[in-house]
């Protein structure tokens, strides 16, 4: 199962980010399943985001679920995803978006997002994807990616 989280630089400290995976595997292995969770952060450039009119300090938490997945499961779920999310952030609750999509889904949605690049732009964008993600893993001991950098 997969997890994409997307933030903006300097938003949240490493710090935080690794008390946010934590809380995040946590909650789904007890309202999910206990399937291994690959978490890959994804971070925006200063001001490369806007909501309302001003620059972001949104945060976007996206999950894969097993198909069918129960919608009250899922939304006691995500609700205690946004709730520790801002208790570690102090983030308002307008500024954290959690989704829970199924599996099926979640695949359609990332395999979409490639087919919008030739050939070659797919080599270089999944090469330079896991490239920063390895790199980071090795760093900070997790899967950090750089939007627009």
């Known amino acids: ?6 933030i903006q630089e300097g938003q949240i400290s490493i710090e935080q980010m690794r008390s946010l995976e934590t809380v995040v595997r946590s909650l789904y292995a007890e309202h999910v399943c206990d399937e291994k ?7 925006a450039a200063r001001q490369h985001t806007i909501t309302d009119r001003r620059w972001s300090r ?4 996206s999950m894969e679920v097993p198909d069918g997945f129960a919608t009250q499961r899922r939304e006691a779920f995500m609700l205690e995803i946004d709730k520790s999310w801002r208790a570690i952030t ?17 695949s359609d949605i990332l395999k979409g997002n490639l087919t919008r690049l030739s050939p070659l732009g797919r080599v270089s964008y999944l090469g330079k994807l896991f490239s920063r993600a390895m ?3 090795m760093r900070h001991g997790m899967l950090i990616t750089h939007f627009n950098q």
């Open 58 to 61: 949104s945060s976007t938490v």
């Open 37 to 43: 969770l690959t978490i890959i952060w994804n971070i």
């Open 1 to 6: 199962m997969r997890s994409l989280i997307a």
């Open 90 to 106: 102090g983030q308002h609750p307008d500024q954290v978006s959690v989704g829970a999509f199924d599996q099926s889904r979640y």
């Open 135 to 137: 790199f980071a893993k």
